[in-house]
């Protein structure tokens, strides 16, 4: 079964740093292009980062450049989303997701059940 | 930044209407246009990729129209499991924008 687990959310400061785990099983990651989404409480879906599937090509929204970091281990067959200077309007679910093939496969076929991210002093 | 509008923002309807939500893009993306379902803490889930296709599993009372920059989800006959938040989401390029949804709740 093809399945995302996302892992690593919790409550953090302002200013502090945290790294979401998405373990993947039942596909080989490194095959996809992989998204971060996230969700504010109450709000709609905003797209955070993406990895292509070569691991060569990365990107990141406005919101995060600059803090945030996309990332994988084919090894672990695990997607990671390092966040540093963290923000209050940095709180919301985070989603990983999968598209439906390779690069610049941006149709979200798959997706994990979330982590919750709490930035508050 | 390509943007997308949702209409209408909320919807009340029973189970067996028809219920039809639009998505308008600010500039042509010809049929790179998806549509998810979100249950309330849930993850979304892709019913209709590139504008028309059915994403595998889904039932076939939902559908897809459009291209260029007005884009349309219909289910035929909703069901009590479709009570939900639908968007679009753009997949023309790079950043992905998703539209701000629309809640279809019971009348």
């Known amino acids: 079964e093809v399945q995302l687990l996302e892992s690593g959310g919790g409550l953090v400061q302002p200013g502090g740093s945290l790294r979401l785990s998405c373990a993947a099983s039942?596909?080989?990651?490194?095959?996809?292009?992989m998204y971060w989404v996230r969700q504010a409480p109450g709000k709609g879906l905003e797209w955070v980062s993406l990895i292509g599937d070569n691991g060569e090509i990365t990107s990141h929204s406005d919101p995060v450049k600059g803090r945030f970091t996309i990332s994988r281990d084919s090894s672990k067959n695990t997607l990671f989303l390092q966040m540093n200077s963290l923000r209050d309007d940095d709180t919301a679910v985070y989603f990983c997701?999968?598209?439906?093939?390779?690069?610049?496969?941006?149709?979200?076929?798959?997706w994990g059940q979330g982590t919750l991210v709490t930035v508050s002093s | 930044d390509i943007q997308m509008t949702q209409s209408p923002s909320s919807l009340s309807a029973s189970v067996g209407d028809r219920v039809t939500i639009t998505c308008r893009a600010s500039q042509t993306i010809t049929t790179h246009l998806n549509w998810y379902q979100q249950r309330p803490g849930k993850a979304p889930k892709l019913l209709i990729h590139?504008?028309?296709g059915l994403q595998s599993g889904v039932p076939s009372r939902f559908s897809g129209s459009g291209s260029g920059t007005d884009f349309t989800l219909t289910i035929s006959s909703l069901q009590p499991e479709d009570f939900a938040t639908y968007y679009c989401q753009h997949s023309y390029t790079v950043p992905l924008i998703f539209g701000g949804g629309t809640k279809v709740e019971v009348k």
């Open positions: 590139d504008a028309a």
């Open positions: 039942g596909f080989t990651l490194s095959s996809y292009v």
């Open positions: 997701a999968r598209a439906q093939g390779g690069w610049p496969n941006k149709n979200l076929d798959c």
